[in-house]
């Protein structure tokens, strides 16, 4: 019987497959020892939207899809013929209120000046009704006097009723002053109840001019939004606005993408947090440029797991459980040793794959 001839060439071939299985197999494990891996990444950045504050219809756009702006650049206008007649309203109205309160401030210092006048007047009475008083005194005695030199006979008849008419004169003039008085009391207390009438409403208009001044204010701020500027440095996206469309407040129209300011959002398996600290030194690769080696490292960690920032989170309570891996979100900061040429060509949602060296 023919012996077959060993096929060497086969035994080879499967020999260096299993070592070379080996071998890599041993690497893996070693490398995975050391290493945590996800491709469940992407890149994210600061994405500003650009929200009118005011309503009204687009005048003019200064900005084109993907042009680069900078901090304070003119994005677009809106027609601003109605915020400017608001800030002359405005105006007028704090005109009116100024206006107002000098007229008030005029009628309180009138009215004070009545006050020093009645008080003047009535202080001046008070010493003409002193002086009535002394020359009641003096006609009384003159009048006592008399009265007994008449019951003598030393004095006529005439005399003694000219000595009564001078006493009842100042009876009656003392009387008379009494009454003054008391009128200019009571005048000063009107014009003093007029006084704080009148200083009320001088508050009052003083209110109505702080009142106007906040209007004022508020108009020329709208009016000021009507110019809508760039908040940060970055690139505009997509233009979605045209000259006399009209725009609501808190409408999003597009976004400003910051890409001077970039990171890694990994969503790791829960499994795989053990080793991981913040610190560790990352290796990243984008998909979209296979060859270029990005440099960064652990940040942060999410509170939660991404699931649980869902609109509607899962609930175990129901029953039916059925047990999940979680993924937790991991923050990854590019490091400054990364070139920053090939930086500026990363783009916010672009695919990465995740290497954390946790050894």
Sequence with gaps: MEK???????????????????????????????HEETDDAQIEGNMNPIIPRVSGYVAKVYVKDNDFVKKGDTLFVIDNKDYLVKVEEAKAALAAAENSYEVSKADVGAAAANISISSATIQ??????????????????????????????????????????????????????????????????????????ASKQTEVAAANIKRAQAVLEAAQINLGYTVVTAAIDGQVSSIDIQEGQMVQPGQSLFYIVNNTDLWVVANFKETQLNKMRAGQKVTLTVDAYPDTEFEGEVNSFSPATGARFSILPPDNATGNFVKTIQRLPVKIKLTASNDAEKVKLLRPGMNVEVDVHVK
């Design 4 to 34: 077959r001839p060993s096929n060497k060439k086969f035994i080879l071939i499967i020999s260096t497959l299993v070592i070379l299985g080996a071998a890599y197999g041993i690497f893996k494990y070693l490398h995975a020892q050391a």
């Design 124 to 197: 001046s009475n008070a010493g003409s009704i002193e002086a009535a008083k002394i020359r009641l005194e003096r006609a009384s005695n003159d009048f006592e006097r008399y009265a007994n030199l008449y019951q003598n006979h030393s004095i006529t008849k005439q005399q003694y009723e000219q000595a009564l008419a001078a006493k009842q004169e100042a009876q009656k003039q003392v009387e008379i002053l009494q009454q003054q008085r008391q009128a200019n009391i009571h005048q000063r207390e009107a014009v003093a109840s007029k006084t704080t009438v």
